[in-house]
Structure formats: C-alpha cells, structure tokens
C-alpha cells in the first residue's frame, strides 16, 4: 500500500504519454480482456483481488481524472461503467464486485489518465481504504 501511496503523490499531470496510453498502442503489452472502439479492458499487473480489470477510454480527451470531467465526458463515463458490467458478467462476478475510480493524489491516483479499476472474486470489506 506504501507504494501505491508513493506513487500517486510523485505522479505528476502531463500532456506526455502515460503508461495507458502505452498499453493502447501495444507499445506495452497487457492481457486485454475487452476492447471495441472507445474502451480497452485488461487486467491488472497488481492485482487487488482474484479479479482486477483495468477499463480505460482509448482517447484521453483531457479526461486525466475524474475531477476534470467537462459536459462532453458523459458518454464515455457512462460507457466505462457499462462496459465494466459487462466486464464483469464475461468474468462470472455473479455474486458482485467493487467499481473504484481514484482521484488526485489523495484518492491514490497515480495515472492521469482516467480509469476504471473492476475489482472481484473475493469478499469485499467496508469501509474501503
């Protein structure tokens, strides 16, 4: 946890490619779960539970957060979380699952870049974090 905390307070905002959109342009291998024209899914290389599924938008359209989400973002919000349901049925979290979208370097966000994190396959704990 230490290091997902470092991370994200040495993360800085850029306009220089982050390790997504990397992944995007196959630069960066990933395990690719889901992909259609706006959306890339693929799973976590350090996962928080049996299950973690990263769900990105391909074009990052000034959407580094979700704190910087403008009017113009709302299909692509709304199509990320669809998306992760989907996700999730195709991966058999049947009896649930957690959605985490972290935000600033509080929120733990260490990509600017917006994300989706689909996390299942185990009891999940309340209160999170």
């Not at 946890?1 to 342009?25: C, N, V, W």
């Not at 350090?46 to 769900?55: A, D, F, K, V, Y």
């Amino acid at each position: 946890m230490a290091s997902e905390t470092e991370a994200a307070l040495a993360a800085t905002l850029s306009d220089s490619p982050t390790i997504f959109d990397k992944i995007i342009s196959k630069e960066i291998p990933s395990t690719v779960v889901y992909e259609d024209d706006k959306v890339l899914a693929f799973r976590d290389v350090n996962p928080q539970g049996p299950i973690h599924i990263l769900l990105i938008p391909k074009v990052r359209d000034g959407l580094t957060g979700l704190s910087k989400a403008e009017e113009r973002h709302i299909d692509i919000l709304g199509r990320l979380l669809y998306t992760a349901k989907l996700v999730a049925k195709q991966e058999g979290l049947d009896e649930g699952f957690r959605i985490v979208i972290n935000d600033g370097p509080q929120g733990c966000q260490s990509v600017y870049h917006i994300h989706v994190h689909l996390i299942g396959g185990r009891q999940m704990n309340w209160p999170p974090g």
